[in-house]
């Protein structure tokens, strides 16, 4: 896949593309369903399948305080952009140029004179411009007159409700830690993927060991004890995760702890990722060493019970 990084003054020389604009935060249902509407388009036209997205998220350039905002972290986007086989991602940098250019303004200047689009794919809310005045009907005018097609994919629905996909909704359920919700609208189980630090190896001491990786810029979930899938040199293990600040040790920083079952290698400074499949309990700090690993016992039976093993 070829990586652009794009602003209002950058040269881009690929042509013949067939392109989806959004922010596809989450790659979530009704986001695979404007890929899979563009990778068809994109094979009968044969056109490039290109995907152009912003950087920093429209809402994190606004709300400049906000933290922790996106579903995945970049690394995530691009692994899954590669998986679904894009040959072209433009990553366009949000700043106060991009804007302040109207919605003609990014129709003319980016779309046409700089992309060269020939089809464009957009979902059914897909706004752009400034003040987000610009939507499907502005793009089908500008098609008329300047040589590409647009196409229109409809919102996807849950079959049980009249609510749209949203990230913003996802983003709530990963907050709350609503996983089962996540993973209903993902169509995949939410994960933090990280290095394996080394940590105080006080759970070592309760028996309990565990692999600690850092949160990384993305949506943190609730504070808490999860059941989990846990992915280390490409092979699949069960446990329990718990991410917070680890009150019964007095810990300062947010902290992702993994407990794999049946499981005893040295795995410091590799990567883990972690699959969050169901809430367990919140965080709590207990009075002493003892208490917490009683809890931690009662935490593994409980995660075992849902894997039914």
Known sequence: MKYFKLDTQSQFEEKNLCIAIGNFD????GHIAILNSLKKIANEKNQSIAIMSFNPHPREF???????????????????????????????????????LSANQFVENILIDKLDIKNVVVGKDFKFGKDRLGNFKILEHYSKENNFNV???????????SDKFSSS????????????????????????????????????????????????????????????EAYVKNQKYIGISNFGERPTVDG????LETHIFNFNEEIYGNE????????????????????LAKQIKTDIETAKKYHNT
């Open 169 to 228: 909704t996802i983003r709530e359920n990963i907050k709350n830690g609503e996983m089962e919700k996540a993973h209903f609208a993902l169509g995949r189980n939410w994960h933090m993927t990280g290095l394996i630090v080394e940590g105080d190896q006080r759970a070592r001491k309760i028996n309990f060991p565990t692999a600690n990786v850092l949160p990384g810029n993305h949506i943190l979930p609730r504070k808490g004890v999860y059941c989990i």
């Open 62 to 100: 606004f709300q400049s305080k906000i933290e922790n905002f996106n579903i995945y972290t970049k690394s995530d986007k691009i692994d899954f952009l590669n998986k679904f086989d894009v040959d072209v991602y433009i990553e366009f940098k949000f700043d106060k140029n991009l804007s302040e």
């Open 151 to 161: 196409h229109l994919v409809e919102s996807i629905t849950p079959f049980d409700s």
């Open 272 to 291: 883990l990722t972690v699959r969050f499949l169901t809430f367990i309990r919140p965080e709590q700090k207990f009075a002493n060493f003892d208490e």
């Open 252 to 255: 300062s920083k947010l902290l």
């Open 26 to 29: 989450g790659f979530h249902k």
